[in-house]
């Protein structure tokens, strides 16, 4: 096979690398576009449009939060991330006995072994689900590593020292999580660059295939290539054979990222489900490349045990299917502390989808929890002027368009509205009438933010929207935070 699994190898590397820096660009072009649009001027009304910030529509229904069904919620997801994991890292080890290191014969400690190291994804999945930063994920691959390191010593023959162990243990590791931290370390890339790095492969790909035709031209090089070379030189030759594939590339890559938008709207997938796919996709290239030594282009016949992936979710869609009538939490804050922002609504928000709907009114402060698949083609498509309310008259719609339905894993999506200046208080007046409660983060809130006081004014006149008191109930969670949540209109300040 060559050196094929280099190949690959380097086409995956450069794939991240223009996933992520492109998702860095995108990032900055969407918010930048989102600042343009809410500070607009707001178009002309007529005398209809301007009164119909009073016709709302009806308030939601009665819906309480239950914490007991929450934990309960979270923890089956998290059930099924792990027995998921261990169905693929079983199927791998059985594979990698059966088919490429077949001496000296498939073994039930083996087998076991094996797949116990192949089943190492399953750290960083748990993260996906309860946000970790890079570091808690990687202490935690590093721990579940180090724990496995005895047992594989004691199984293995004499001439297998801890060196080459670990090692192993490196090389098994290294490509999956470079590929995760270069996708979902950075808050700026984390909501767009996996939803790149499938396009970002396929013009890769075909930037290598262009190299590889240029190769074979270096023998006995056609007179056009000569006159090419003769009029532009070697490099820009070279940047030719590297960008003229794109043309044919661009399309499949418009294709791949109409289908991920087309997919994720009709709920074929949800945006947990996708990055933990995705990383497991990664990690099963990973492991077939050294197999190319030993069986050639078989070796990429484990890539099938993929598959269980959609079946888990599958098997266990009924399992995952929270209550019916779930509550609405509406998430305020003061606007410009995104670090702070992002803490909280992970801490908080991301539990609370497993029973309930979130909602707010978008900022730039949250685009990398709330960008989707969805959103990024609109926003490619320069269609993204027609997610933001124009006019007053424009808020029932929008609220109707909402997507309230869980996903297959039984967790809700985040809607929002997008608003400009004309129109985010009548929006807000909608979304306190939809809500059940209010998760409102008054950190540096100061008298000068004339919005928050306006929030707070419609709050304490929402005597139906309750207070959902979480502090006791997870560590990360800020008391102090928690208590500027509205209970009593007394208590809003």
């Given at each position: 096979m060559g050196n094929l699994d280099g190949q690959l190898l380097f086409g995956l590397l450069v794939s991240l690398a223009v996933s992520a820096a492109a998702a860095w660009w995108l990032a900055g072009r969407y918010r930048k576009a989102m600042l343009r649009l809410?500070?607009?001027p707001p178009p002309r009304l007529d005398a209809t449009a301007a009164g119909a910030t009073t016709v709302l529509g009806a308030t939601a229904p009665r819906a309480r939060f239950d914490a007991a069904i929450n934990r309960r919620q979270n923890r089956r997801l998290a059930v099924v991330l792990v027995a998921i994991s261990i169905a693929l890292g079983l199927s791998t080890g059985a594979f990698e006995l059966l088919a490429v290191h077949t001496a000296p014969g498939f073994g039930l400690n083996r087998w076991l072994i094996l797949s116990a190291v192949y089943t190492w994804p399953v750290v960083p999945a748990l993260g996906l689900l309860w946000r970790w930063s890079v570091w808690r994920t990687i202490g935690g691959v590093a721990a579940y590593l180090l724990g496995l390191v005895p047992i594989i010593l004691l199984g293995s023959t004499a001439s297998q020292t801890l060196a080459m162990v670990t090692g192993w243990l490196l090389s098994t590791t290294a490509l999956p999580m470079l590929t995760l931290l270069g996708l979902a370390a950075s808050g700026r890339i984390r909501a767009v660059a996996p939803l790149l790095f499938p396009a970002a492969v396929v013009l890769v790909g075909a930037s290598l295939l262009g190299l590889g035709w240029a190769a074979t031209l270096v023998d006995a090089p056609p007179a056009t290539l000569l006159a090419l070379l003769d009029a532009i030189g070697a490099v820009p030759t070279l940047l030719v054979f590297i960008a003229a594939p794109w043309a044919i590339g661009i399309w499949p890559v418009v294709g791949v990222l109409r289908?991920?938008?087309?997919?994720?709207?009709?709920k074929r997938f949800s945006e947990l489900a996708y990055l933990f796919g995705l990383f497991w996709l990664v990690v099963l290239i990973a492991m077939a490349l050294p197999g190319t030594h030993a069986i050639g282009w078989g070796a990429?016949?484990?890539?099938?045990?993929?598959?269980?992936?959609?079946?888990?979710?599958?098997?266990?869609?009924?399992w995952l299917a929270p209550p019916p009538?779930?509550?609405t939490l509406l998430v305020l804050r003061v606007f410009r502390r995104d670090t702070a922002v992002e803490a909280l609504f992970d801490t908080v928000t991301e539990r609370w989808r497993a029973t309930?709907?979130?909602?707010?009114?978008a900022g730039t402060d949250l685009v990398s929890r709330t960008l989707d698949a969805d959103d990024l083609f609109i926003f490619l498509s320069r269609r993204l002027g027609e997610r933001f309310i124009q006019r007053p008259a424009d808020i029932p719609r929008r609220l109707a368009d909402f997507d309230l339905a869980p996903d297959h894993d039984g967790r809700y999506r985040i809607n929002e509205c997008y608003c400009g200046d004309a129109?985010?208080?009548?929006?807000?007046q909608a979304l306190v009438a939809h809500a059940n409660a209010v998760l409102m983060d008054l950190r540096d809130f100061r008298a000068e933010n004339g919005g928050c006081r306006f929030e707070l004014t419609e709050l304490a006149r929402a005597t139906r929207v309750h207070w959902v008191d979480m502090s006791e109930r997870h560590d990360h969670t800020d008391r102090a935070v928690l208590s500027a949540l509205l209970s009593p209109p007394s208590e809003a300040g």
């Open positions: 809410m500070t607009a289908a991920l938008a087309g997919a994720y709207r009709r990429f016949s484990l890539v099938a045990v993929w598959l269980w992936v959609p079946l888990g979710f599958a098997l266990a869609r009924t009538a779930p509550p309930g709907n979130t909602v707010l009114i129109t985010w208080q009548g929006a807000l």
